[in-house]
């Protein structure tokens, strides 16, 4: 319900979500297919971003020197953002599930209203939600 601006504010979302997830598994055990499936998903979505971020950056500078200095500054941020986010994802995966019930005393609990909430937030930030206005109208 509360959660800061910035960049830290998804993963926040995300590891909310993914401790739902795992509080939730005992009473269903396709959580765990779906809190994999997560963690896999937005690894990728991070790799793509930072695939697109280096793409653009070289087409940029083979049609234009002077905007240089300040596409690689940006750029630089999209790797910084992104390698923070794959160290977060890795530490979610290396966490044991004995280590689990440790980790959910620190965060707060969400129930089945705010982790539905979480998701449609998230799924809003992919690039197809995103993008689904122009799908429409063409």
């Known amino acids: 319900k509360q959660v800061s601006g910035g960049d830290d ?15 939730n598994t005992e009473i269903d055990a396709s959580l765990v297919f779906s809190r994999k499936f997560y963690v ?5 979505d991070t790799t793509m ?6 793409k653009s950056q070289k ?18 941020q999209i790797m910084h953002r992104a390698e923070s986010r794959k160290k977060f994802l890795r530490s ?10 440790t980790l ?11 982790a539905c909430l979480i998701v449609r937030y998230l799924a809003s930030m ?6 689904f206005d122009i799908y429409l109208t063409q």
Do not use: C
Not at 49 to 54: G, L, P, V
Not at 92 to 101: C, E
Not at 126 to 131: C, I, L
């Open 9 to 23: 504010e998804i993963q926040q979302l995300q590891k909310a979500l993914l401790d739902y997830l795992d509080e």
């Open 40 to 44: 896999a998903q937005w690894f990728r």
């Open 49 to 54: 971003e930072t695939e697109k971020a280096i």
């Open 59 to 76: 087409d940029e500078d083979s049609s234009e020197g002077t905007h240089h200095a300040k596409d690689v500054e940006t750029t630089g």
């Open 92 to 101: 979610i995966i290396k966490t044991a599930p004995s280590q689990f019930s």
């Open 104 to 114: 959910k005393m620190n965060s707060d609990t969400v129930d089945y209203e705010d």
């Open 126 to 131: 992919r690039p197809f939600a995103q993008s």
